[in-house]
T-cell receptor, first 110, second 115 residues
Framework: LAKTTQPISMDSYEGQEVNITCSHNNIATNDYITWYQQFPSQGPRFIIQGYKTKVTNEVASLFIPADRKSSTLSLPRVSLSDTAVYYCLVGPTGNTPLVFGKGTRLSVIA | DTAVSQTPKYLVTQMGNDKSIKCEQNLGHDTMYWYKQDSKKFLKIMFSYNNKELIINETVPNRFSPKSPDKAHLNLHINSLELGDSAVYFC??????????????FGQGTRLTVV
């Protein structure tokens, strides 16, 4: 399974754009990149998924370079409610479910 | 309507007891999972069922036994509870076996505390 590396924590002020980068050097051809968000005392929630280039939805954008060895989750104009842990996942392969790493703890400050 | 619901939300019990956690999804998904999140916040897959059939069984003590009466339900029974079983247990479901869509829906979790 492709291993992912992302910063343990990040701080940001309200209204700023936040970019969280994830490294996945061993990503396989069939792997997708998926990001989840987890608030305290809640289950993870799907944010966005992509394979290459750029994907955008109402919550975030996902930038994936041509070599796909990394990806960047971009959260526009964060608010206090965006304080959460963000997980980058790569896969799946066959029956193996997505593996959650340590995630990035984002703290948004007023 | 809650997509994936777990009961109970909190569970405090003594060592040695047997307890069950129930999970139901109303999304019509074929695959359901149990994850364990420990005190260090690592989320680890425990089991996965597809159409009531066990497809993934990670290294989990035999004291943990999942049961899927139908594809909308996946319950987790734990025998002889130990202190180390204290964690938050999440149920999740997805349309297929973590297919390319990749989107899984998680329940709110059951915080199990063994004393």
């Amino acid at each position: 399974l492709a291993k992912t590396t992302q910063p343990i924590s990040m701080d940001s002020y309200e209204g700023q754009e936040v970019n969280i980068t994830c490294s996945h050097n061993n990503i396989a051809t069939n792997d997708y990149i998926t990001w989840y968000q987890q608030f305290p005392s809640q289950g993870p929630r799907f944010i966005i998924q992509g394979y290459k280039t750029k994907v955008t939805n109402e919550v975030a954008s996902l930038f994936i370079p041509a070599d796909r060895k990394s990806s960047t989750l971009s959260l526009p104009r964060v608010s206090l409610s965006d304080t959460a842990v963000y997980y980058c996942l790569v896969g799946p392969t066959g029956n193996t479910p997505l593996v959650f790493g340590k995630g990035t703890r984002l703290s948004v400050i007023a | 309507d809650t997509a994936v619901s777990q009961t109970p939300k909190y569970l405090v019990t003594q060592m040695g007891n047997d307890k069950s956690i129930k999970c139901e999804q109303n999304l019509g998904h074929d695959t359901m999972y149990w994850y364990k999140q420990d005190s260090k916040k690592f989320l680890k897959i425990m089991f996965s069922y597809n159409n009531k059939e066990l497809i993934i069984n990670e290294t989990v003590p035999n004291r943990f036994s999942p049961k899927s009466p139908d594809k909308a339900h996946l319950n987790l029974h734990i025998n002889s509870l130990e202190l180390g079983d204290s964690a938050v247990y999440f149920c999740a479901s997805s349309q297929d076996r973590w297919n390319r869509a990749g989107e899984a829906f998680f329940g709110q979790g059951t915080r199990l505390t063994v004393v």
